[in-house]
């Protein structure tokens, strides 16, 4: 009788090598990393990944993919000169990483962080459960501030594992909620950015109460420089004090919060000529490209 594969999946590229034990479990908030034919839509499946979202809501936040994954013992992964940052938090069970010639446990509450082009090697010789994301290279997290992979204590810990469990069983449903999902995601993008940027205090303006007034119904209809001039500040100290909050200028995060009313609008049932006015732009069309440059896909296609 033939002997029994010891491992399910084995990946060897410039980059990685990376041994998958048959056991392990692996349920993906977006797009899977492994190979199709292993992954299920089945959230009680051993490997699920979700049905597609007619906008990728994570990635839309510079998070490439993630999941909560269950490895059994002889996991085993390197990895060098990737693009991307992988941040992992472990739930339970211990896994050992080698960073240069240091030797790392990772253990229940700490975080392991490998930004872009940095080296690690991974393994486990028992059960480990953690939660993992992938960042890309954008503004967002260049700021990570590391150029070697380094261990910590995490400080959001369980609501990190909370945000992420409301995620999964969210994203599976038939009915899901995509300003749900949309919250979901702003909350995980909050709770990993207070673990890995430092950010820098300002003392006379307030980022929080300008991301307020941009709420307004009518100031989401203006320019930056518009709204630049109505909230009493020049874009130049907008951009610092967005910058440091957001690591993204203040243009970017009003494009942001103007895609976002699009998509409510838009599933509110309004015309796309309504959706456009609602949103600040001068005709379809200008607001047609905006929107498909922002999340792929065209306003007749979201719907």
Same mark, same amino acid.
């Given at each position: 009788?033939?002997?029994?594969?010891?491992?399910?999946?084995?990946?060897?590229?410039?980059?990685?090598?990376?041994?998958?034990p048959r056991?392990?479990?692996?349920?993906?908030?977006?797009?899977?990393?492994?190979?199709?034919?292993?992954?299920?839509?089945?959230n009680?499946?051993?490997?699920?990944?979700p049905?597609?979202?007619s906008?990728?809501?994570l990635?839309?936040?510079?998070?490439?993919?993630g999941?909560?994954?269950?490895?059994?013992?002889?996991y085993?992964?390197?990895?060098?000169?990737?693009?991307?940052?992988?941040?992992?938090?472990?739930i339970?069970?211990k896994a050992?990483?080698?960073?240069?010639?240091?030797k790392?446990i990772?253990?229940?509450?700490?975080?392991?962080?490998?930004?872009?082009?940095?080296e690690?090697?991974?393994?486990?010789?028992?059960?480990?459960?953690?939660?993992?994301?992938?960042?890309d290279?954008?503004?967002?997290?260049r700021?990570?501030?590391?150029?070697?992979?380094?261990?910590?204590?995490?400080?959001?810990? =369980?609501?990190?594992?909370n $945000?992420?469990?409301?995620? !999964?069983?969210?994203?599976?449903?038939?009915? *899901? @909620?995509?300003a &749900?999902?949309?919250?979901?995601?702003?909350?995980i993008?909050?709770?990993l950015?207070?673990?890995l940027?430092?950010?820098?205090?300002?003392?006379?303006?307030?980022y929080?109460?300008?991301?307020?007034?941009?709420?307004?119904?009518?100031?989401?209809k203006l320019?930056?420089?518009e709204? =630049?001039?109505?909230?009493g $500040?020049?874009?130049?100290? !907008?951009?610092?004090i967005?910058m440091?909050? *957001? @690591?993204?200028? &203040?243009?970017?995060?009003?494009l942001?919060i103007?895609?976002k009313?699009?998509?409510?609008?838009l599933?509110?049932?309004?015309?796309?000529?309504?959706?456009?006015s609602?949103?600040?732009y001068s005709?379809?069309?200008?607001?047609?490209?905006?929107?498909?440059?922002?999340?792929?896909? =065209?306003?007749s296609?979201?719907?």
């Amino acid at each position: 009788m033939a002997r029994r594969k010891k491992y399910i999946w084995e990946d060897k590229t410039d980059t990685e090598l990376k041994f998958w034990p048959r056991k392990s479990q692996e349920h993906y908030l977006s797009s899977p990393t492994l190979p199709s034919h292993l992954v299920k839509k089945r959230n009680s499946a051993r490997i699920s990944a979700p049905e597609k979202l007619s906008v990728d809501i994570l990635a839309t936040r510079g998070i490439i993919n993630g999941a909560r994954t269950i490895h059994m013992s002889s996991y085993y992964q390197s990895r060098a000169k990737e693009k991307f940052s992988i941040v992992i938090f472990t739930i339970s069970g211990k896994a050992t990483v080698s960073v240069g010639k240091r030797k790392y446990i990772l253990t229940r509450g700490s975080i392991f962080v490998s930004p872009a082009n940095s080296e690690y090697v991974l393994q486990t010789k028992e059960t480990w459960k953690n939660i993992w994301f992938h960042l890309d290279s954008s503004a967002r997290w260049r700021s990570i501030g590391e150029s070697q992979a380094y261990t910590k204590r995490s400080v959001r810990y =369980s609501e990190i594992k909370n $945000l992420v469990e409301m995620w !999964l069983v969210e994203i599976h449903k038939r009915d *899901r @909620s995509m300003a &749900f999902l949309e919250a979901l995601a702003d909350a995980i993008v909050s709770c990993l950015r207070n673990e890995l940027i430092v950010e820098k205090k300002e003392e006379t303006l307030s980022y929080d109460d300008i991301i307020s007034q941009l709420l307004d119904g009518e100031m989401c209809k203006l320019s930056a420089i518009e709204a =630049s001039k109505r909230l009493g $500040l020049s874009v130049y100290v !907008l951009d610092k004090i967005c910058m440091h909050a *957001r @690591s993204e200028k &203040f243009a970017k995060i009003l494009l942001s919060i103007k895609m976002k009313k699009a998509c409510d609008v838009l599933r509110a049932g309004y015309a796309i000529d309504e959706v456009a006015s609602e949103c600040g732009y001068s005709d379809r069309a200008s607001f047609s490209k905006a929107f498909k440059r922002y999340y792929k896909v =065209s306003p007749s296609e979201f719907r």
